[in-house]
């Protein structure tokens, strides 16, 4: 006595609005940028320390160097050595964790909220006092060096690599790999990582957001006793401007003999993270790339087979960071899918996505966004993002609105604005005797192939 | 009261379909969850990986749903989607904001009652070919991508239901037919074998009535055959067995698999613990001294597999440095794990501290708390586990930790898989 329809989809009720949580903002004397969340349906905290401590604004001789500052880190303060600080941390269930990227370097934290105190205290005391003891930094280095090693043979990671050379022009940061390379990396040693840390893990321009089952009164106290006396801003740079390193279309191929698959990339010079067109770009990369049925992943995976998924996106950075496609494809599906790979993109700028499109993309960004926001680690970090770009207070809160605002002729105009098939940089990384002519068949441009690095 | 306190109620259709709902309001997002009673380890010989094509399977269609149009729905609506496929189980879940529930619950009923009509050769093809790539994208293509599958055929035995691991062999993936699609849609894909479990923003009366009307009328399904093969074994391996790979890697690398006891005994839980003395965090043995002292190893890992038949496995694994010989990096972590035999009660407080942070943090997202709450359901008739685990880490003792690591970390418990880049042979 079956009540239902299994015919068709059953009509959603009536939708519950979401609020993204209620932001509390000080600043802390010295620069911090304070900025606090209540989320308390469990005991736990999450909390970040953003530094504006990234690679971006280093040159290419100490590339690299921000980010081995951040792992040696760990390495222990003035008062104890690296493993009395993780057994410290440790004893009180809590776990730290340091993230460098261009723009900075986050010093992250999360405990259950009893604790938050005793946690806080640890982390102010190895950012402010860090030690940096000879056989810490040269542990660091040697991972460094190692993991270079295995992002050279790990084909994912060594197609991103090659890409990011082939898109940007030499002397751009984001030609370079972000944990530097065996030549800047094997130079630095205690002195180097001292001068840095002391020059620039510094609360200017940074941020401090907590959020959990706090309130914000206290934790302004607590911050405000932990980061007593601390000051100075970090030295500032990254002024570069972003060119690409060529406008026309090539392939680059690094051989990989034996592989049973190629990576491919790719991708061409994107957006900043301040374009007015992001919101424009972030409904049309969903819909080429950027959900399960968007129109890439519909073709390479699920018609054609070639692949396990396929996704594209625009890195949005402070300075224009790269549009991408990225995807793995069977050996013999590699110049058949970098064709409709292509095919896609001139499609997209051609005729432009359809109106069901938009709508779908706009539905699927602004319905997920509450799903993103569950953890108290996933708000710390949107609302790091607003101290990281700049970005308005209310940016969260109108976000949705703004994405559902967007028009098929804006998606399409910036889609003509934004993505330039005839401009991109081709890279496979693969087995260049299988691949090579049949790419070379396909007429995009020519085929090269490449050493590594 | 603990600190973990997360509400459940417990049903069971006439069909057998067991539900578990989970209300809480806090967030307007709903997670529907559901976990089938079957795994890679009840694929019949020549079949492995079925499992798993045939989870890809459930993506591709039902009677009243089009190919594609799973996914269009859920995206549209505004939730995401996945499932997994494991040793002991396969899952499906949905997370959506909370006014669409009825959607996921007639996706799931209909792949649940009406699958099998919406299947052809056209996209089982399709997605054999998928399921290929996702076998050379995470294995096959990956330096040291076939640890995995070594290291099964290592810690168990012959006919064991875990001696294949869950991706299978691309022959056998070659081999499946649209008859074995139906035929194993028949036997394990039935609401007996099955639990449902709805999580988050819903009215729980309102729920239930909504279950029953979309999921009541399936028939429930004959009892599971056993498991093929030989499921019981030993506790321990016996000896130490090695193999050995000289190839594309870029740094040495020891890995070591042990036999513990399955998740589903006491035993397990001293298990993790142990493995968390040794391997959770930068304060644990393993970073501290071989990474952090010694500079032996670049990095370390251990993870406790919670394996339902005969026996868990513990593997921990040590990555070297260029020119790093590797019986030093399994001398070192053989010593790590035999020394454990003088694990300190401070050492179990942290693991167990650092634990249940981790716990608590992986509740705050409402599809964890319906996995978990369908996994306890599934595996132990008791979705209450999930409040009560913490307890059961927290009752582990040094002594326990210290006789586990007597009986079971010994070289009579050990399988030893060696990487070597070939520019060093």
Known sequence: ???????????????????FPEVQRRDLPGGLDLRVARMSRLPVVSAVLFLRAGEATLDETRAGLACLTGDALEGG?????????????????????????????????????????????????????????????????????????????????????????????????????????????????RDHLRGYAGASFLPGDGGFVVVGDVDAGEVADLAGRHFAGWSGSPPGGGDFVVEPSSRERAIHVVDRPGSVQSEIRVGHVGVARSDPDVFSLTV????????FTSRLNLNLRERNGFTYGVRSRFALRSRPGAFEVRTAVGTEATAPAVREIVAELEGLVGGGPTGTEVEAARDYIAGTFPLRQETAGQVAGRISELVVYHLEDDYHDTYRDRIRAVQVEEAHAAARRHVRPAEAQVVIVGDATAVVPALEGLELGPVKVVTPL | MGILDVPFTRHR???????????????????????YGVGSRNEAPGRTGFAHLFEHMMFQGSLHVPKNRHFELVERAGGSLNATTWYDRTNYFETLPSNQLELALWL??????WMVPAMDQEKLDNQREVVKNEKRQRYDNQPYGDWDERLHRMVYPERHPYRHTVIGSMEDLDAATLDDVASFFATYYVPSNAVLTVAGDFDPDRTLRLVEAWFGEIPGGDPIPPLPG?????????????????????????IVGTRIPPYSVDGFAVAEV??????????????????????????????????????????????????????????????EMEGLADATSDEVERAVAVTETDLVRSLERVGERADLLSMFELYFNDPGRLNTEIDRL???????????AAERLGADNRAVLTYIPGDDR
């Open chain 1, 1 to 19: 006595m079956s009540t239902v329809d299994r015919t068709r989809a059953p009509e959603p009720a009536a939708l519950r609005d979401f609020s």
């Open chain 1, 77 to 189: 303060t003035r008062n104890r050595s690296g493993s009395d600080l993780s057994e410290a941390l440790e004893r009180v269930g809590a776990r730290m964790g340091v993230a460098t990227g261009w723009e900075g370097t986050s010093v992250s934290l999360s405990c259950l909220a009893e604790r938050f105190e005793e946690a806080l205290a640890l982390l102010a005391e190895a950012v402010r006092e860090p030690a940096f003891p000879e056989a810490e930094v040269e542990r660091a280095r040697s991972q460094t060096l190692a993991g270079i090693r295995q992002r050279a043979m790990d084909p994912a990671s060594l197609a991103s690599d090659v890409a990011a050379r082939m898109i940007f022009a030499p002397g751009v940061p984001y030609a370079r790999p972000v944990a530097g390379t065996v030549a800047s990396v094997e130079q630095f040693g």
């Open chain 1, 284 to 291: 049309l990369n969903t819909l080429l790339g950027g959900a």
């Open chain 2, 13 to 35: 259709l006439d069909n057998g379909l067991r539900v578990v709902l989970s209300h809480d309001p806090t967030a307007p997002v709903v997670a529907v969850n559901l976990w």
């Open chain 2, 108 to 113: 799931e009923s209909d792949r649940m009652g």
């Open chain 2, 230 to 254: 030989e499921p019981s074994l030993p506790p321990l391996i016996g000896d130490t067995v090695r193999d050995e790979v000289v190839g594309d890697v870029p740094l040495p690398r020891v």
């Open chain 2, 274 to 335: 142990a493995r968390s003395v040794l391997g959770t965090g930068r304060a644990s043995r393993l970073y501290r001294r071989l990474v952090r002292e010694r500079r032996v190893a670049k990095d370390v890992t251990t993870y406790a597999f919670p394996l339902l038949t005969g026996a868990g496995m513990l593997l921990t694994w040590a990555t070297g440095y260029p020119g790093s010989k590797p019986e030093e990096l399994e001398a070192a972590l053989a010593g």
């Open chain 2, 394 to 404: 927290r009752a582990v003792t040094p002594e326990q930790v210290r006789g586990f």
